[in-house]
């Protein structure tokens, strides 16, 4: 008589020959050690069993995958570990996955681009200071800018790692930052223009010209503010399937 198992993982059901009761097989999905029940529900008195040899075996050794099914069964298994109902709940998982993984490779870029920045900027604006007629005052808006870009580093750095974890704060601060820049550009076009009315084509189209990048990070992190709940919704099998991928 077959014994029923199934994965307490990703709750895939499969069969088992009786004579390989009490032993350790692995789920053919995601593989996990599994540990094959009694028919009747009840463990043997005695663990170990004579082996063939006329040594004493362990009764709870693991088993072969797939034990139970005939040899075309186990290579349909093998060729295809997943069904179509998993595969369906995988692709959709995946697409949940997508848009925050595109929110953290922004927020990555965005934190070299400004480490970089800062790593070359601020040696440069401390020289400069140091040759002005009014170091202190100058050395002290390097110290002000530098700490801010420093705040601004280690804010877009734990962005990334919160958002690459699903956590929803990461990509709603980062989208109302990035609105806050799109807003910055706009106002500072509109201000050049009131100062030199002649050249308001060439100062608006500069200003939006700024501000596409930060709207284009700001969209990226709405997406992924939308769609972590909808990951987290799915089964824990296929999360884990696609973090083990690095998806």
Known sequence: MAIAVECRR?????????????????????????????????????AMKAGSNGHKVRADREA??????????IQAKED??????????????ENYRRPIRHAAIWFRIQFLT????????VPVLVMAAATEGAPGAGLLMVLIFGSLQLAWVVLVYKAYKATWDCRRWAPMTMFVLNMLGVV???????????????????????????????????????RAW??????????????????????
Request: hydrophobic share 45%; charged share 20%.
């Open 114 to 121: 400004s480490l970089i920045a800062m790593i070359i900027l």
């Open 226 to 247: 939308a769609a972590i709940p909808r990951f987290l919704d799915q089964p824990a099998w296929s999360q884990r399937a696609l973090t083990y991928c690095g998806l």
């Open 10 to 46: 990703c709750e895939k059901k499969f069969r088992a020959k009786e004579e390989y009761a009490g032993r350790k097989t692995r789920c053919p999905v995601c593989h996990e050690v599994l540990l094959i029940g009694h028919p009747t529900g009840r463990q043997p008195a005695d």
């Open 80 to 93: 295809s570990p997943l069904d179509n109902r998993q595969l369906e709940v995988l692709k959709e998982t």
């Open 184 to 222: 910055g550009c706009l106002l500072n076009g509109l201000f050049a223009t009131s100062i030199n009315p002649k050249a308001v084509g060439a100062m608006m189209f500069a200003a939006v010209f700024m501000a596409v990048v930060p709207a284009i990070i700001a969209a990226v992190c709405y």
């Open 64 to 73: 072969p995958l797939h034990v139970g099914l005939p040899s075309r069964q």
